[in-house]
């Protein structure tokens, strides 16, 4: 077995990469394709979940734009707090509170 030094250990990864032949390279652009993607989906998940919807400042607030909902029709509303930007929001979706 060898040292476990941290100076040998990146010597033995040095000389790993050496011997790829250039496929590090590959390794690395295929991760940094990985968390690009997960920005991405990460930023679609707070524009559907957060940036497209009316923000309340408080869940009073929140409600009151509920039973304006239900004044005009609409019914079946609920209110949440946001995960992305702590304020509330309303949705339709049948979870359990």
Request: proline share 4%; aromatic share 8%.
């Amino acid at each position: 077995m060898g040292s476990r030094k941290p100076s040998a250990n990146a010597k033995r990864v040095q000389q790993f990469k050496s011997q790829l032949g250039g496929l590090d390279d590959l390794f690395a652009s295929e991760q940094l394709r990985g968390e690009r993607i997960s920005a991405e989906k990460e930023a679609a998940q707070r524009e559907k979940a957060c940036e497209s919807k009316n923000r309340y400042p408080s869940q009073w607030e929140a409600r009151e734009a509920i039973a304006a909902c239900e004044a005009h029709g609409t019914k079946g509303l609920k209110t949440y707090r946001c995960p992305y930007c702590n304020g509330w929001h309303l949705t339709s979706h049948p979870w359990d509170e």
